[in-house]
Nanobody, 124 residues
Framework: QLQLVESGGDLVHPGESLRLSCVDSGRTFSTYAMGWFRQAPGKERQFVAAIRWNSATTYYADSVKGRFTISRDNAKNTLYLQMNSLKPEDTAVYYC?????????????????WGQGTQVTVSS
C-alpha cells in the first residue's frame, strides 16, 4: 500500500518555476507507474503527466508539454514535477497518483492511490 504526500505548492508569478514532490512512505513505490493530475476550481480533475516505474516512458498533456517535466527517484520513493514558465491557467490543486500501467494513467484508469493534493497558484 502506498501513502502519497505531495509538497511544493506555492503562490508564484507568471513565468516563474516550481517543483512539486510526492513522497511515499512505503516499500513498493518503485513497482508503480506514477502520474500527476490537477483540478482547478469548478473544473474536473485533468491529467498532467505520467511516468513508467523505471522512467523509460513519459506522457504529458498537450497543455504542459515543453514546460513541465516529470521524474522519479525510486531510491528516495519520490516523484517530482518540475514546472517552468508557469501560467495563470496552471492554477490548481495538484495530485500525485499511482497505478499499475503507465498507459492507463492519462485516461484516469486503474488509479490505485491518490495523494491529498498541493495548491499551486499562479498570479501577478
Amino acid at each position: 500500500q502506498l501513502q502519497l504526500v505531495e509538497s511544493g505548492g506555492d503562490l508564484v508569478h507568471p513565468g516563474e518555476s516550481l517543483r512539486l514532490s510526492c513522497v511515499d512512505s512505503g516499500r513498493t513505490f518503485s513497482t508503480y507507474a506514477m502520474g500527476w493530475f490537477r483540478q482547478a476550481p469548478g473544473k474536473e480533475r485533468q491529467f498532467v503527466a505520467a511516468i513508467r516505474w523505471n522512467s523509460a516512458t513519459t506522457y504529458y498533456a498537450d497543455s504542459v508539454k515543453g514546460r513541465f517535466t516529470i521524474s522519479r527517484d525510486n531510491a528516495k520513493n519520490t516523484l517530482y514535477l518540475q514546472m517552468n514558465s508557469l501560467k495563470p491557467e496552471d492554477t490548481a490543486v495538484y495530485y500525485c497518483a499511482a497505478g499499475d500501467t503507465t498507459a492507463d494513467i492519462p485516461k484516469g484508469r486503474a488509479i490505485r492511490y491518490w495523494g491529498q493534493g498541493t495548491q499551486v497558484t499562479v498570479s501577478s
